[in-house]
Each structure stands twice: as C-alpha cells, then as structure tokens.
C-alpha cells in the first residue's frame, strides 16, 4: 500500500511541474484525487503475512512477527468454542503440509550462521538464556554475569534432573539438517539465524541431556523418539507446531509417525505454545503457570 501511495504522491509532483511550467492553472477537479485522501489513511498501513512465504524470502524478519493472535482454533469444537474438539489430533495434522524431503542442495552447517548469537546484547547468548530460562531453580551465573553456571534442569528426553550444565545441550526440536531438506535450504541467512537462535518459542529450543541429544542427531520421529515415552505426545505436538510455524514440509512416513505419537495423548500436552498463550491472553495461566509441567511442579517441591 505505501508502494502505491509513494507512486501517487509522485504522479501529482510530476503533474504539478509540468503544468507550471507551461503557465496551466491546477483545477480542482485536477487536485481533488489526491486531497481527498484523509491523512490517516496516508498514515496508517495495514499488511497481510502470506505465511507461505515468510520463509522463503528477505521481506520479514520471522523472529519479529507477533504471534499474539495465533489462537490454536483447531483444539476448540467448531460449534462450541468452549469445548475442546474430539478431533484436534486430526485438526493438528492438517496444519502439516505433506512433501517428499528436498536433497538437491547438501546441507551445510556453516550456511545457518554463527551459531548461538547474544540478540538483546546483554552478553548472555542463546544458549545460556535457555538454560537460564529452563532452569526448575534460580540460575547461577559467571562473575560476568554472561555464562550459567549451575542450576537444575529436567531433562525430557531421559526423565532425569540435571544440575551441571555442561551435560547439556541446547536441542533444535527440529534439527537444522531437517528444516534445511523440508523447505528451509532457500532460506536467506537472516531467516536461518533466527531458527537457530528462536527463543520465542519455548518449544523450539530445550536443554536435554548431551548424549540423548547426539544421538538424534538430525533424525525425524520416524527415526528416533525420547527414550521417555511419556514425553512422546509433548515430543510430536512440539514438532507439528514448529514445522507449521515455520512453513516447513514432512514426509509421509514423518507425518504417520507424528500421528502414531499422538495417540499416546491421554489429554493436551502439558505445554503448547500456542494454546499456553491463547489461555494466558483469556487470564485462565500466569507466565508462572505457563512456565511449569507437572514434571517440573513435582522438582520444585522436592
């Protein structure tokens, strides 16, 4: 819109030269298009996300968007917006769009950026602001204030507390080599930067125990699952959301290993991002609240 309105305001400028110079009187009728535009208008551009190519091109800055109104519709009976639909397991899948991986262009690491960045430049960088975010009690810092030292963690994958952080990995729920053959090899390098370092999203970035997390590798839940089964249905929600955030494809055999671990749901996942925010935004949670599983309440009081 503002494309436009740059274009028009340019037009008239033209318009006006060329009729001074050759001593023409502007009519009002001439004027009238452009003064009637009120200046709010002017003012005030609204924009449409084509979430289709947030991905793919330099025009948005994924990172910055405001997920605010991404209420989760699917959880909710379509006639009923109090009751919890029977079916959002098959509302969930239907987010996922179904394609065959992309291996024409080779996976390089070195293509996602540097690494762990320190965005807000209060040197602590990705990496240890989850695992001062993710810490059950108050992290312990260096003497600079930058690096975390010790804490208490709960590891998902193993079902286990960890306190030394240097047996943890901060894990990409969906690996960099995944996202880069389900849509994300085109991506410009800002937008590769910002999914390395996501922290807008407590899904996308979780401390787990090292050794767990090497061996996923950059394995799809057709290929490997957290040993803890019982994180199984918490596992498969996170990666549907992840991959329908960030307009990224599965394959069949990825997106029927999702659905089989799903059923394991004996009710929502402890934490949705998009379902923790909508009740959040209706007062129903505290960020407290929002920021504890059950597994985790159970650490605090012990």
């Not at 943890?168 to 390098?189: E, Q, T």
Request: charged share 25%; hydrophobic share 35%.
């Amino acid at each position: 819109m503002m494309r436009h309105i740059t274009s028009s305001v340019t037009s008239i400028l033209i318009i006006l030269f060329l009729q001074a110079c050759s001593s023409e009187s502007i009519t009002e009728q001439t004027l009238e298009p452009a003064a009637s535009i009120p200046v709010s208008e002017l003012s005030v551009t609204t924009t449409t996300i084509d979430r289709t190519k947030v991905a793919t091109t330099t025009q948005f800055d994924y990172s910055k968007i405001d997920y605010s109104n991404d209420e989760p519709e699917f959880l909710y009976d379509s006639e009923d917006s109090s009751q919890l639909s029977s079916n959002w397991r098959t509302d969930l899948l239907a987010e996922l769009r179904i394609t065959p991986p992309n291996f024409d262009i080779p996976y390089v690491r070195e293509e996602w950026g540097p690494g762990w960045i320190d965005e807000d430049r209060n040197c602590i960088n990705t990496r240890h602001e989850v695992l001062h975010y993710e810490s059950l009690e108050d992290a312990i810092f260096d003497a600079e204030g930058c690096k975390v030292l010790f804490g208490k963690w709960y590891d998902y994958y193993s079902d286990t507390f960890i306190i030394d952080p240097s047996g943890l990995d901060i894990d990409h729920m969906v690996p960099l080599a995944n996202a880069h053959i389900s849509g994300a090899a085109n991506w410009p390098l800002e937008t590769k930067i910002s999914f390395y370092n996501d922290l807008n999203d407590p899904q996308h970035l979780i401390a787990v125990n090292s050794g767990d997390n090497r061996s996923k590798g950059a394995k799809g839940p057709e290929a490997w699952r957290p040993p803890n089964e019982d994180h199984w249905c918490q596992y498969a929600y996170s990666w549907i959301e992840i991959k329908a955030r960030w307009n990224l494809s599965v394959s069949e055999i990825e997106f029927y290993s999702l659905e089989e671990m799903l059923d394991s749901c004996e009710g929502l996942p402890e934490l949705t991002y998009w379902f923790s925010n909508w009740l959040l935004r209706k007062g129903a949670m505290s960020e407290q609240d929002m920021a504890i599983t059950e597994k985790e309440e159970e650490a605090e009081n012990n």
